[in-house]
C-alpha cells in the first residue's frame, strides 16, 4: 500500500520534479554502490595482505576485484567499476577520460582527493542515464603494488599478469583512479 501510495505522489509531480527525483535517487544508490564497493575492496586487500602480503595479494585482487565490481554492479543494478589514466586492469572509455583529466585538473589547482566528484545525466542508448565518478587516493598501503619503488618479484609478478600495466609510480595522496557508476534513470525507483 505503501508503495502506491509513494508511485502516486510520484506521478503527480511536474515532469521536472520527477527527473530531479530520479536523478537523487539514483545518485544516493551510486554513492551506496561506491561506499560498499570501495569497503569491500579495501576489506579483501587487507585480508590478503596480511595473510601473505604482496606476493599473495596480487592474485587475489587479480581475481577477486572484477568479481566483486560484478557483486556490487547487480546488486545495486547500476554498471560500477574504477579505472585510471595509468591503468592496470581497466582503461578508461573517452567519457570518463575526460573526467579523469579534469579530477587532475582539479587536484593540481589544490582541490582535496576526497572531494573531487563529478556527475551528469546523459543519453545513452536514448535513455536518461546518470554517470558519476569518484577519485580514489593512493594510500601507503598501495604503494607495495602502484608505487615508485615496487619490490623486483612483486613488479615480476604484475607484469606477468598484466603485461600493459601502467599503475605504478605513485606516491601517497597521489589520485590513484576512480570509481565509475553509470545507471539508467529508469532503473532506479
Ligand atoms: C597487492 C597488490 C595491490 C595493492 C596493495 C593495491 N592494488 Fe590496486 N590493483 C592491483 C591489481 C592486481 C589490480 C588489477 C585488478 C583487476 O584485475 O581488476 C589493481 C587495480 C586497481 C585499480 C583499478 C584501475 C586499474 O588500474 O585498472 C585501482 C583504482 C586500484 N587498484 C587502486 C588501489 C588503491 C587505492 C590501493 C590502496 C588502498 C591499491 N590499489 C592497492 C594490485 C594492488
Redesign the pocket.
Known sequence: MKRVALLSVFMLMPLAAQADALEQAAVQKSQEAMKEFGMT??AT?QA??QAG???????????E??KI?QQMSEKYGVDI????L??????PVEWEMAVLEGFARQKADGKPVGELVWKEVAQVDDKPTLRMMKA????A??????GAAVNPD?LAK?QM??PN???VGFAEGDI????SVSVPLAAVQ
Open positions: 575492496l579495501k586487500l590478503a595482505m602480503g604482496p606476493m599473495n595479494a596480487i592474485p587475489v585482487c587479480h581475481t576485484a572484477p565490481a567499476h574504477r579505472t585510471s595509468k591503468p592496470r586492469a581497466t582503461p580514489i587516493g593512493a594510500d598501503v598501495c604503494l607495495s603494488c602502484h612483486v604484475i599478469l598484466y600495466d601502467k599503475a590513484r583512479g576512480a570509481f
